[in-house]
C-alpha cells in the first residue's frame, strides 16, 4: 500500500468513525478533473480532502483551483502525513 492510500485509508476510517458520510473518488470518466480525492458530509456541513503522499507532491491539473473554490464554499485542505494531526485537530473542533 503506498503512504498516500495509507492516509487516505486512515483519514477515510477518522471521518466514518465521526459519523460522516464519505466519498472516495478515484480518477474516471463520470468524476470531473481536479476533484479532490475525499468529499465528506456531517449534519449540514461537507468538505474536501486532496491526500498527498508528501509536502512536496505536486498537484494535478485543477486540482489547487477546485479544492480553493471548495474551501471558500465549506472547507477543503490538502493533507499529507506532515500535516495530517494539524488537520485532523482542526476537525476534531469542527465535527
Known amino acids: 500500500m503506498s503512504v498516500e492510500s495509507g492516509l487516505q485509508s486512515d483519514i477515510r476510517k477518522y471521518l466514518k468513525g465521526k459519523g ?16 479532490s480525492d475525499i468529499i465528506f458530509m456531517l449534519e449540514g456541513f461537507w468538505g474536501a480532502i486532496e491526500v498527498k503522499d508528501s509536502p512536496t507532491a505536486k498537484w494535478q491539473p485543477l486540482q489547487k483551483e477546485t479544492l480553493e473554490k471548495f474551501d471558500i464554499w465549506s472547507w477543503g485542505r490538502r493533507v499529507d502525513p506532515s500535516n495530517w494531526p494539524e488537520v485532523q485537530a482542526e476537525l476534531e473542533a469542527m465535527l
Do not use: A, D, M
Open 20 to 35: 460522516c458520510y464519505v466519498l472516495v473518488l478515484n480518477p474516471r470518466p463520470g468524476i470531473p478533473k481536479g476533484c
